[in-house]
């Protein structure tokens, strides 16, 4: 059995020069184990303090029994290093084992395990693997925990293939696998989106003569709901309720959030009461989930209803709950209201994130309440909370609407500073300040630099760009940038198209306006009311009234007025 070990991991080009190692190689106090020795005495936080020091007296107590004349039996030192796991100290439980190596007590499976378990936790697969190969060649059988274990190191570092060529190996040489093996497997392909093959494997499951659990149900229903797939994620619960496995309350919330980002809001409820009628308890998630999708609805006096009635079933919001809910409020632009919700959180003592603040600048800054952003974004500084690119967005992009484009451009250099890249909204923003003060130079200098990242224009960067260009009477070359959008290969939209149509009625081109007009109807991209509108307007200024009148009625005709 063991050369088929040695032979998987032979497959991994890293675990090559590890294998004939008897035991890997490394410090018995490692830099981060130095750092946590020193950080025993100068951190001031009484529970960390706590934590330390249990940690401490645990490490104390292995030393002690280490430095007996006749030490205990190595299951002794398991029940430590155990415990050390629990408190998610791997580089001490490793150097801890090492040092039992080095005194020449003889590791057991467990240990072994043990060591395996903090590899795998630390990303370190092959070291992982070369302890594998050690309880191979000193006779023991890896137990089905060990095997699931590696396979679940092997999926939280993004080898799920491998962990299931390794799946396949294991299952070859006769070991018996349990479900959480097949949950780990099936949580592993769910994370990097292969529904498909994790519902295949569900399947193999049953060959095995292994009942698949709700576990497994629920990792996939959440991934099809994730995919919007929530046809084939409700037929899979019904499956499952007809199988006899009771849905728990991940499964109910998977679907409830499904159901809420499909915008099928009634259904989600049923849900909801479906649940509460079989005595599952909604969790926070449960609610916020349904708080956040009743806000993408503008419904937010609903979801503060909602919000109350979470509180008096003794489920305590929390920030993702509030966040939904200034969001919501910022949605229907209620700045004040999310303000007082953004408030209200912090004294209710659950603490603001990044994305609470985001969600309030962006929420002045659509309000034109720039000073109040920039307050915020102050006390993001002084609070040591580091604003991400789409602070910086949000504050870049409400200076430039206000016309404050110096300030704008200090912000730039800030985020830049603090190693926030500018992305596509970054550079759309700017585009369009330059634009609109007549700055097409600048803006064309920016669309290079733009595309010399690597950061590829999309249709909105066009359309500026042809904004700007017949805004300064530049019409020829707007028809260019027009033309190149079409070779790069983009589809339009109405807006884009509404920037050329604009362009061409400034200069009372009415034939090239008319044209476009028709192949945007051929082109399934559906004209508007914009569209409409801006030529009617400019055939009346030219008295062309009867064409003008024509157009009118065609506007009625597709329910545009």
Not at 363 to 390: Q, V, W, Y
């Amino acid at each position: 059995m063991s050369l088929s070990f040695f032979r998987f991991a032979l497959s991994f080009p890293k675990f090559r020069p590890l294998l004939p190692i008897p035991y890997p190689t490394f410090l018995i106090l490692s830099a981060s184990d130095r750092h946590f020795s020193h950080s025993l005495h100068n951190n001031n936080n009484p529970n960390h303090n706590h934590f330390n020091l249990v940690v401490h007296d645990v490490v104390a107590s292995f030393n002690h029994l280490l430095s007996m004349r006749h030490p205990p039996p190595i299951f002794e030192f398991g029940k430590i290093l155990g415990s050390i796991v629990k408190l998610k100290h791997y580089s001490i439980a490793i150097s801890l084992s090492k040092q039992l190596d080095l005194s020449g007590i003889t590791p057991n499976i467990v240990t072994l395990s043990i060591l395996i378990n903090c590899y795998c936790h630390l990303g370190h697969m092959p070291l992982a693997f070369s302890v594998l190969s050690k309880i191979l060649k000193l006779g023991y059988q890896p137990s089905t925990v060990t095997l699931t274990t590696l396979m679940k190191g092997l999926c939280l570092n993004g080898d799920v293939k491998k962990a299931l060529h390794f799946h396949d190996t294991v299952a070859a040489l006769g070991y018996q696998l349990n479900a959480h093996t097949y949950g780990t497997l099936i949580n592993g392909l769910c994370k990097i989106a292969e529904t498909k093959a994790a519902l295949q494997l569900l399947r193999k499951i049953e060959v095995r003569v292994l009942k698949p659990d709700v576990v497994m149900y629920s990792t996939i229903i959440d991934s099809l709901c994730r995919d919007t797939l929530i046809n084939e994620a409700h037929d899979l619960y019904s499956e499952m309720v007809s199988r006899g496995i009771s849905p728990d309350v991940v499964t109910y919330t998977s679907l409830i959030s499904g159901l809420g980002i499909g915008g099928r809001l009634k259904e989600a409820f049923k849900l909801l009461s479906e649940m509460v009628l079989k005595n599952i308890i909604p969790d926070v998630v449960t609610f916020s989930t349904l708080v956040d999708a009743l806000c993408k609805e503008g419904k937010v006096k609903e979801s503060t209803n909602m919000l109350a009635v979470m509180i008096k079933n003794g489920v305590k919001p929390n920030v993702v709950t509030y966040n939904s809910l200034m969001d919501g409020y910022c949605l229907v632009n209620e700045v004040s209201r999310a303000k007082f919700i953004f408030n209200t959180m912090i004294l209710r003592g659950v603490s603001a994130n990044v994305r609470s603040y985001n969600i309030m600048v962006n929420g002045f800054c659509k309000s034109k309440m720039i000073d109040e952003a920039m307050n915020l974004f102050k006390e993001m500084h002084h609070k040591t909370m580091t604003p991400n690119t789409i602070t910086y967005n949000s504050l870049i992009d409400g200076l430039c609407k206000l016309g404050r484009i110096s300030c704008a451009w200090e912000l730039v250099d800030e985020m830049n500073d603090r190693g926030q890249p500018m992305d596509l909204i970054t550079y759309n923003s700017l585009l369009d300040a330059l634009c609109k003060n007549q700055q097409l130079d600048k803006a064309y200098q920016l669309l290079t630099k733009m595309e010399d990242q690597g950061i590829q224009p999309n249709v909105c960067t066009y359309t500026i760009l042809i904004h700007g260009l017949c805004k300064v009477g530049r019409l020829n070359t707007a028809k260019e940038v027009f033309r190149q959008f079409f070779i790069k290969g983009y589809r339009p939209d109405v807006r884009i198209c509404n920037a050329m149509i604009i362009g061409f009625c400034k200069e009372y081109l009415f034939d090239e306006a008319l044209a476009l007009k028709s192949e945007m109807d051929e082109n399934h991209c559906l004209p508007d009311f914009v569209t409409f509108k801006t030529i009617i307007r400019s055939l009346l200024v030219k008295g062309k009234n009867d064409d003008a009148q024509k157009l009118l009625f065609e506007m009625i005709g597709r329910g545009l007025l």
